[in-house]
């Protein structure tokens, strides 16, 4: 029984990356077929394209989902009563978020980065396990927020993504997904009973946290679409709207398919979604936003974590010392 029970957790072990690995093999056959003409000199062009000004939103963008991805961590705080310091939390917001979008596996990766920076501000480990599961439900409910909103708003975003999604289909899970949300804020104005997972219990938050997080859960998501929007060109751009609904349902794909950083799968959605641009343009924004929200935020959290990992051996060492 022993051996057959090792087998079993092994197997689970090796469900998600297996998916994962299928699900960017696929994609990338897919975005082979897509880019099979492609010409480096009108990729090049889509870089080029960029105005001074579309560069200093992109950069004024990137700032503003960090700073909003670090009230995620504030709210779950609030949640929990605890007081830590905005520029702490902001600091293992970077790393976290950083971290995760590019390695994929964000829970796990989140709660690793989270536990070891949260503890040593006094957070005890089911403290921290809660934090991490508010944040995910934060992110979960802006998710649900901004592609409702998006499909409703826009109606024939269905029709772009029809190789992902049935437009009827997606209006009925647009509507689905708000009243999700509303029920959720009933909820916690009820508040009900503690939510239990075997050993695991979350709270309902009071009604003013539950509010806060649905007002600004979505911002980080819109700021996100502006950096692709941004580096897009304005000739023949279909709009805001339309631009952020393309990209939350291929991040949300991307999210879904377990994929390191979602690599490849949010590439083919958005490249899929947006037809009225080149390939080469669509994948030209694509590589700045990737540089931007995930390559430039990664290496400033690595670098954070060295300073605080030298700040931790530096502070235990000093007792000996005096």
Request: one cysteine or more.
């Amino acid at each position: 029984m022993a051996g057959i029970s090792g087998s079993s957790a092994k197997w689970k072990k090796l469900i998600w990356p297996t998916i994962g690995l299928t699900a960017i093999a696929v994609s990338f056959w897919f975005l082979a077929h897509e880019l099979q003409d492609m010409s480096w000199q009108a990729l090049w062009a889509g870089f080029a394209a960029i105005t001074p000004v579309h560069w200093g939103l992109i950069v004024l963008c990137t700032l503003c989902c960090y700073v909003n991805l670090a009230l995620y961590d504030v709210i779950a705080l609030q949640h929990l009563k605890k007081r830590v310091g905005f520029g702490f939390v902001t600091g293992c917001a970077l790393t976290t978020y950083s971290l995760a979008h590019t390695i994929g596996a964000s829970a796990f990766t989140g709660a690793v980065i989270r536990y070891r920076a949260y503890t040593t501000k006094g957070l005890s480990g089911p403290e921290v396990g809660v934090l991490v599961t508010f944040c995910s439900l934060t992110f979960s409910l802006a998710v649900m927020i901004v592609l409702g909103v998006a499909f409703l708003v826009t109606p024939d975003l269905g029709d772009r993504l029809t190789q992902f999604l049935s437009p009827t289909l997606v209006q009925w899970l647009a509507a689905a997904t708000l009243m999700i949300v509303v029920l959720y804020l009933i909820s916690s104005a009820l508040g009900l009973p503690d939510l239990r997972i075997r050993n695991f219990h979350i709270s309902y938050p009071r009604l003013p946290i539950a509010l806060k997080q649905v007002t600004i859960a979505p911002v980080e998501l819109l700021f996100a679409a502006g950096i692709l929007y941004f580096a897009l060109p304005a000739e023949g751009n279909p709009g805001y709207m339309v631009v952020m609904g393309v990209f939350v349902v291929g991040f949300s794909l991307a999210l879904l398919s377990h994929a390191p950083g979602g690599l490849g799968v949010f590439e083919l959605a958005v490249i899929t979604g947006l037809p009225e641009f080149e390939p080469e343009t669509v994948l030209a924004a694509l590589l700045v936003f990737r540089m931007f929200y995930l390559i430039f935020p990664l290496i400033l959290g690595l670098i954070l974590v060295a300073l605080f990992e030298h700040g931790q051996l530096r502070g235990k060492r000093q007792p000996e010392g005096a």
